[in-house]
């Protein structure tokens, strides 16, 4: 059937064409359509039955002159050749070179929707990562296999954390395959509808920190296609569990921006006609984004790992849209980015109340982080929160009212944005001198107010200077 | 019985069939792979068909075989310590078969068919004795924890014709048969099926009358729920939710633990899967499993088998409870059950209500929850199902569909608050948002068990938290300045109350579990710090001093320095605090001032 073209075609909009009177046409096969100026176009069957074959078309149905399009169905699931070779290469959103080099020829070939992993089959994420950056070392620390997403707005430096963790990602000593992780270290990046001044610096970023060579590109831009960014993440990961299960390598994996793949998942459900759910976006959505997030994890008895870093940016910076919502739900924490902070000169502006690292507690303590490292950060929680109660009070009966103690707690508020939270794009901070310099920030409060932390913990390292 | 037909559209999980004689409920077979699924409306000579697999690779004009039977599970010796999908298929031995990748179309038996089990029938029970619905016929020592009793199937009465002596079988050996009125004969096995969406039948419901102990303080001691009664835990993510979740399946002491994770993590249920097997149960010592049961169908699994698991769950949960046993259904989460059911009603097209929901959402919700309560079983015995519904409502807006729903269901209600979760105030129960119905018939077994102040303790810290909110409110208009020394000490105490009591840390060996001893006396001894410290108000003592009291810090850890054990310990401290107070009363107490007058707070 594969050699058969059809030209059936019944009508095309919004990235879709529908095709009549092809029969026997399996869900999910790969479709090639050949337009009038023949040029070739991906696309796959999302809905089919005896009397029409829906069709979306990655490239999109712009300039398709239905009189002259061909379209032939290839019998067989949208699958990806897989090589080691794919590594420092760049690719679009269908697997195709985008650097003007010959595209991966292998035998091996899979099928880009991927499988679900049995649960039982799934090893814990407990392996702490450093990145560099105090306010997730330390307080919403990430592990390999996890799936941690940054929540950000329009013009918050997003992109510049992500490219700071991959610059900075590292095992700390503890491991036996440390030396051997360490090389067999990749970078899987999916840019979906990003500037292409983003995805320069990303770019700059790989190079600066030398490992072009060790990052597969899966690039839609901003004037590409968006149909393009509903297969795009797919494609990625189906590189990515390649690299991790096949191959054996820790595998970071960032997607920028999941906004704009749900945005183009919204624009096919209402071409198709599904009933949406909230702000348009159809019901499915949470099972969708579920199918690329969970791809993240280890497998039992295998070496490799997915890590994945999605950016979210939520749309007038409401935590509560649909995207971001769902996201939380699926992933195992957030790293939620704050204008205020970043007006304040923050750098990164991480707002740490409503971060989250679920698998935080695995990974940290003795053995891994330091004995303290638990407490350490929920007293920071907690004594941040408080100072937060304190500042809003400040604000209405003025810094002068406040007792000794509230003082006490501004101090220590403004010494956690500017000393804790601030650090350089390129500063690059071990975990002992992240809890370290917690330690002397948390030494700006009165041991009485550190309810948290073992009297064990305050007689070790709390510093009685600090509270001068 | 089966019927043959032709596929005739593929969309998502949804696959239109030529089927003429397909009974609504009835399972589908579709395509080559064998895909399984169940006909949910019928159109002249269609069915429309929901699909538990993903139906990638389907074809129109594939075959459709209906199997004319409806979804069930199968019930019987084997299934406690299992760990299943959604269509009660057992994960290890997936696992074992296709590898770490689920694959299609795979049919598993729930439980191990070869396994021999040590059956001794029940004694009074004589060949032509007439024996019907839930009969105890005879038991089988699952494990060191559980017996398991054979029942008869709700749905055959009759005489007994044979029944097998005590020795070792297979769950397919014929144990016995049974003549029906009819003269037809009737195979007894030691395991049954049962349709998974037909509550199994029982003799009547009964009131519910033993509270559940989580060993959590916030639900046992403020918002208690009963053996049978049906509770909800709504939260944004973040707050909490699994965690609870996770500590109400280790330490509730139900006999019988069925946790369902419904659409959740694939890590956070590897978690459960590594933690549980280690993890033993306080009271008998045993190995936790041994009562526990899990059902997962992780978020990318197949949204219908997502919808279908609950029930499956709900189903075993029956089982359990017809044999007498007291059984706990953690379902987290059941939005995404509903979102399964708005996911599919979508497709199907129909009218959206709420936020996409179908108009049934309310009276399926509601039909579910009533599958829990404490009911007298067929055979005259007592046995109850409390379900335990985790909710995530968008954004954390309460005032969402599948909330506001189950809201109207559920008896206790444990609302989960970002503010206090982003603070790390965890478990984030919020004390004014929460409520409990089983507050009254909680306090008979507490006033029994533990103690006759129960109640008016419980009020009082109630109270306190109370106050402390509406006090909070002034000090963030006036400043703490504007209080006076007695309000200040409510605000303070209060305070004490939220860090000493109400959190509770799931990783704190010491303070994972609390018993309700210790609940209890932890309750009074706040309650104590708060009278005394009232009373050394009046007398003239400036509440700056009080606070300053060595004993504000030390109250706060007490949680983790006594165990649930060290009862000794607790009333100890109890003792300590008159004369801790009596030494301050000496130094402030102006001599002409009577120090007798006692005014508690109750």
Known sequence: MSMLEYRSSAWARGGLLAMRNVPGVALGDRVAVRDHLGNRRNGQVIRSSSEMVLIQIFEGTDNLDLERTWVRFLDQPFELALAPEMLGRVFNGVGQPRDGRPPIISSLARNVNGAAINPAARAYPREFIQTGISTIDGMNTLVRGQKLPVFSGSGLPHNRLAAQIVRQAKLLAYGDDNREGQESFALVFAAMGVSHSDAQFFEESFEESGVLGQVVNFINLADDPPIERLILPRVALTCAEYLAFDLGMHVLVVMTDMTYYAEALREIATGKGDVPARKGFPGYLYSDLAEIYERAGRVRNKKGSITLIPVVSMPSDDITHPVPDLTGYITEGQIVLSRELMAANIQPPVSVLPSLSRLMKDGIGEGMTREDHARVSSQLFASYAKAQEVRSLAAIIGAEELSQEDNQYLKFAEAFEQRFVSQGEHEDRSIFHTLDLAWEILSLLPKEALTRLSEKDIEAHYLSTGTQ | ?602
């Open chain 2, 1 to 602: 019985m089966n019927s043959e037909g032709t596929i005739l559209d593929i969309q998502g999980p949804i696959v239109i069939a030529q089927l003429p004689s397909a009974l609504i409920g009835e399972q589908v077979k579709l395509g080559s792979e064998g895909l399984m699924g169940e006909v949910i409306a019928r159109e002249d000579g269609r069915a429309i068909i929901q699909v538990y697999e993903n139906t990638e690779g389907l074809r129109p004009e594939g075959p459709a075989t209906a199997l004319g039977s409806q979804l069930s599970v199968e019930l019987g010796p084997g299934l406690l310590g299992g760990i299943f999908d959604g269509l009660q298929r057992p994960l290890n031995t997936m696992l074992d078969l296709t590898g770490e990748r689920i694959e299609r179309g795979l049919v598993v038996s729930a439980i191990d068919r070869n396994r021999r089990w040590a059956f001794v029938p029940a004694e009074e029970l004589k060949v032509g004795a007439q024996v019907s619905g839930g009969t105890i016929l005879g038991t089988v020592p699952e494990n060191e924890t559980i017996t398991h009793r054979i029942l008869m199937p709700p749905d055959i009465a009759g005489e007994l014709h044979d029944l097998v002596p005590a020795g070792e079988y297979a769950v397919d050996d014929v144990i016995g048969r049974v003549r029906d009125r009819y003269g037809n004969i009737h195979k007894l096995h030691l395991s049954s099926r049962w349709p998974v969406r037909i509550p199994r039948p029982f003799g009547k419901r009964d009131n519910a009358v033993q509270p559940l102990i989580t060993g959590q303080r916030i639900m046992d001691t403020f918002f208690p729920l009963l053996k049978g009664g049906k509770g909800a835990i709504p939260g944004p993510f973040g707050a909490g939710k699994t965690v609870l979740q996770q500590q109400i399946a280790r330490w509730s002491d139900a006999q019988i633990v069925i946790y369902v994770g419904c659409g959740e993590r694939g890590n956070e249920l590897t978690e459960v899967l590594d933690t549980f097997p280690k993890l033993t149960d306080p009271r008998t010592g045993r190995p936790l499993m041994e009562r526990t049961l899990l059902v997962a169908n992780t978020s990318n699994m197949p949204v219908v088998a997502r919808e279908v698991s609950v029930y499956v769950g709900m189903t075993i949960g029956e089982y359990f409870r017809d044999q007498g046993y007291d059984v706990v259904i953690v379902a987290d989460s059941t939005s995404r059950w509903a979102e399964a059911l708005r996911e599919v009603s979508g497709r199907l097209g129909q009218m959206p209500v709420e936020e996409g929901y179908p108009a049934y959402l309310g009276s399926t919700l509601s039909a579910f929850y009533e599958r829990a309560g404490r009911v007298v079983t067929l055979n005259g015995n007592h046995g109850s199902v409390t379900l335990i519904g985790a909710v995530s409502p968008p954004g954390g807006d309460f005032s969402e569909p599948v909330t506001s729903h189950t809201k109207d269901i559920i008896q206790t209600f444990w609302a989960l608050s970002k503010d206090l979760a982003d603070a790390r105030h965890y478990p984030a129960v919020d004390w004014l948002e929460s409520f409990s119905l089983f507050v009254d018939a909680a306090a008979k077994w507490w006033h029994e068990n533990i103690n006759e102040d129960w109640m008016r303790l419980r009020n009082a810290a109630l109270r306190l938290l109370s106050e402390s909110e509406e006090l909070a409110r002034i000090v963030n208009l006036v400043g703490v300045e504007a209080l006076s020394g007695q309000q200040r000490w409510t605000l303070e105490t209060a305070k004490l109350i939220r860090e000493g009591l109400l959190q509770q840390s799931a990783l704190e060996p010491q303070d994972s579990f609390c018993s309700p001893q210790k609940q209890f006396l932890m309750l009074k001894l706040m309650i104590e710090i708060y009278n005394r410290g009232a009373e050394m108000l009046r007398i003239g003592m400036p509440v700056q001093e009080l606070l300053r009291q060595p004993l504000m810090a030390k109250a706060r850890r007490w949680k983790i320095v006594y165990s649930s054990e060290d009862i000794e310990g607790l009333e100890k401290e109890l003792q300590a605090i008159e004369p801790t107070f009596d030494a301050l009363r000496t130094e402030y107490a102006s001599p002409v001032q009577s120090t007798g007058a006692k005014a508690d707070l109750s």
